[in-house]
């Protein structure tokens, strides 16, 4: 935890929380009645609390300074600067399942020296979720079948005989709305010299987590706004976003559903992990299974209790490890996150034949946003939607979009982000680094975000165009690209030639 989480942590304390404090779920309850629930003890002694905790910070602060390795009952896990982190070597290994940390970037992140930011984009996926409902059904299952069969639990696997499994489906969590908040705040915090004089542009793809996060991001940047002394009101708060559904036939370039061939196309994605499956995963069933005895676990069902642990974690609201992550070794949590990695890799991004052509699109709308002209495009964009400067002004210095985690990565397929890593291996491992900064856990995490920002710099006429995910720059490509990452706006327009020219659309129909 950095001095700037810690101070947030602490002023947390301090700030009401009216407007953002969200209740955990009730074990079978839906979000509505969450919401519906009486303030807890602690809302309604707030003022009490706060007297307490002045003589409680210092002491706090000792003991964070001391440890932070796992989190204390009642301490979130989560930051608004930093994300995720607690139990980091094996929580920033579980794919596109990890809750949003900040990645580490081998260029400066910070806004440089002499110059001002002029625009800033976000794309973001939505904050961590249930699981879907078929994986849901599946894990459920997987305990059923463990508790009618395992004759003996070994040592550290006796918790699971009396474990019930309590996950919905598909739902933000409350730690997930949070996530949303915390993201919301933290873009305002890096763009305040702009945004606290004008209110974003916000589009949602139109599946109810997604717009859920969406409003949750609008909260937390109009929370920061508010605390910003320096910001001109009133604003245009609540910002209603344009909500693009998610339907068969409705052109949506935050979840494009209208390329027959990349949908009904072989899976290659699955292919290419069933491969790494079989090279990492026996190992571990075999010792799983010596330690449950009789469940003669399959390598997916080593894959599905693997899952459990990252959904436990982010079903509690404060983030707080899931005893099934012990189960595994941070060596076999690396092989888990390479596992992601080859899904996402080989089903949507470069080694998807089809994978960038889905973000061909967005990208098309991000360069209209960057040069102020009309969108020209004829593959997932709805003209009807584009054409109109209330659904899609070409005015606006900010703007949000919100998206799924496999829509985001056939995106930066288009945008050609990790053109210069090469393809993964189906059989060996690789680390992040090694992947050119390519891992699901470091591109598509639960809550992940890009930032692309334009910039104004002393004595140079033209501004620069840089891109950020989960705030490690990652250098453009083919464009002149300076030490910071950047290139000149209309090199790096000039270099989109494959989301300009509509990528692969040609092949959807054939």
Known sequence: MGLSDLKDWVASFFVSKKQFN?????????????????PTWANRHRSALR?????????????????????????????????FQCETA??????????????????????????????????SRHGARDPTEGKSLAYAKLINHIHSNVTHYGKHYSFIKNYKYTLGADELTVFGQQQLVNSGIKFYRRYEKIARNVSPFVRTAGQKRVVDSALNWTQGFHQARLADKKAKFPDAYPYEPIILPEE?????????????AFKEGPDTGDAAQTIWVDTFVPAIAARVNKNLAGANLSNSDIIHLMDICPFETVANVDGHLSPFCDLFT??????????QSLGKWYGYTN????????????VNELIARLTGQPVADATSTNSTLDESRKSFPLDSILYAD??????????????????ATAPLSKTTKASPRQSGGYAASWVVPFAARMYVEKMQCNGIEEEFVRVLINDRVIPLQNCDVDELGRCTLSKYVESLSFARTGG??????E
């Open 504 to 509: 692969h659309w040609d092949l959807c129909y």
């Open 351 to 362: 080694g998807s034949p089809l994978g960038p052509t889905q973000g061909v699109g967005f």
């Open 90 to 123: 094996v929580s920033h290994s579980w794919g596109q399942y990890a809750p949003y940390y900040s990645v580490p970037s081998d260029i400066p992140n910070d806004i440089p020296k002499g110059c001002e930011v002029t625009f800033a984009q976000i794309l």
């Open 402 to 419: 919100f998206s799924h985690d496999n829509d985001m990565s056939g995106v930066f397929g288009a945008m050609g982000l990790y053109n």
């Open 51 to 83: 007297v307490a905790a002045v003589a409680l910070v210092l002491a706090v602060i000792g003991t964070f300074a001391v440890n932070f390795t796992r989190p204390s009952k009642h301490h979130s896990c989560d930051y608004v600067k930093s994300g």
């Open 22 to 38: 969200y209740s955990a779920l009730p074990e079978n309850g839906s979000q509505d009645e969450a919401g519906r629930r009486v």
């Open 330 to 339: 941070k060596d076999e949590w690396n092989g888990f996150d390479y596992y």
């Open 248 to 260: 068969e036939g409705f052109n949506n370039t935050l979840s494009p559903m209208t390329c027959t």
